[in-house]
């Protein structure tokens, strides 16, 4: 969660609070959590609303958590940013699209809360 130029860490049940506290049943939310997991970590629990929003797909994940094992961190990093580079425009534009229908388009004071609970190199993107 960043707030006044600093991100920081939030509990699953802090988010969902986040995520809730502004709603009502009229009124959308103005906070949105996207899972920046794999569909397979994603698929076996999420924060309850969170939306899926992969950086990499399950056989990417594998690719990048063997060479971190076997290769370092720096090689990792290095592959990593070269298999989501090329998503980023995608990724940004499926973000902005799910917080204008998740959320009250109106408001200017949306939030979007990036989640990985992994503790890898993604929760540091």
Avoid: Q
Wanted: hydrophobic share 35%; charged share 30%.
């Amino acid at each position: 969660v960043k707030k006044s130029g600093i991100i920081r860490r939030a509990s699953a049940s802090e988010v969902v609070d986040m995520m809730h506290s502004n709603s009502n049943h009229r009124k959308k939310s103005n906070v949105l959590c996207l899972d920046a997991r794999t569909p397979k970590e994603y698929d076996e629990g999420c924060i309850p609303g969170a939306l899926n929003l992969p950086l990499f797909s399950n056989e990417e994940r594998v690719i990048v958590g063997t060479l971190f094992k076997n290769s370092g961190r720096a090689k990792a990093m290095t592959v990593g940013m070269e298999i989501v580079r090329p998503k980023f425009d995608e990724l940004v534009s499926k973000a902005d699209a799910l917080m204008k229908v998740r959320t009250d388009g109106g408001n200017s004071s949306k939030k979007i809360i990036v989640h990985c609970w992994r503790g890898g190199m993604r929760s540091h993107a």
